[in-house]
């Protein structure tokens, strides 16, 4: 069975911390990883890893994906209360002819000031 | 144009009506999606469009049935709906080479 798995459920830090989220994948066809921002509206798309080992930055986050442990990490430098949020890890893979996606149960960040 | 936009943002109806949720993209994107995210949950796949073949997740009842009149456009038909039913409904397009961008939603309540 295709599974996405993300940790931890939650987290608490303060403004400043560095954070490293986690998502691991049991998949078959595997095409890409995918990150998203949940905050109250839909998620915004982050980044997208098809490459292991190939870092991905914007600001303060940045993504990394390795296909041989099959896990990726976002880490978040310097915290600020504006990235409180869930982060959401999706896995897309082929089957049957057509990509489809898993999403990890996410995990809800939250940075006190 | 970037964005995915859904129409109406807010359906409120009751178990017997027949309504229709809009999804519309001007990227050329080939694909497109609904998805169905209840509270604190992640979105859960329904449907997938792409190249107008359809995708069904099986385990979506057939009250829902989508319509790709377009490749712009994306309509997900609910009829007999029931209470549990309600949650956001979330449209999506995009690809692998592209990534992928969700539409605002439709918060839907059925009473």
């Known amino acids: 069975e295709d599974k996405v798995v993300q940790s931890p459920l939650s987290l608490v830090v303060h403004e400043g911390d560095t954070v490293t989220l986690n998502c691991s994948y049991e998949v078959t066809n595997f095409r890409s990883l995918l990150w998203y921002k949940q905050e109250k509206k839909a998620p915004t798309f982050l980044f997208m890893l098809t490459s292991s080992g190939i870092e991905k930055k914007s600001g303060r986050l940045s993504s990394i994906l390795d296909k041989k442990e099959l896990f990726s990490i976002l880490n978040i430098t310097a915290t600020q209360t504006g990235d409180s949020a869930i982060y959401l890890c999706?896995?897309?893979?082929?089957?049957?002819?057509?990509?489809?996606?898993?999403f990890g149960t996410g995990t809800r960040l939250k940075v006190l000031a | 144009d970037t964005e995915v936009t859904q129409t109406p943002k807010h359906l409120v109806m009751g178990m017997t009506n027949k309504k229709s949720l809009k999804c519309e993209q001007h990227m050329g994107h080939r694909a497109m999606y609904w998805y169905k995210q209840k509270a604190k949950k992640p979105p859960e796949l329904m449907f997938v469009y792409s190249y107008e073949k359809l995708s069904i997740n099986e385990s979506v009842p057939s009250r829902f049935s989508p319509e790709c009149p377009n490749s712009s456009l994306l309509n997900l038909h609910l009829h007999a709906l029931q209470p549990e039913d309600s949650a956001l409904y979330l449209c999506?397009?995009?690809?692998?080479?592209?990534?992928?961008?969700f539409g605002s939603g439709t918060r839907l309540t059925v009473v």
């Open positions: 999506a397009s995009g690809s692998t080479r592209d990534g992928y961008t």
């Open positions: 999706a896995v897309s893979l082929l089957k049957g002819g057509t990509y489809k996606y898993i």
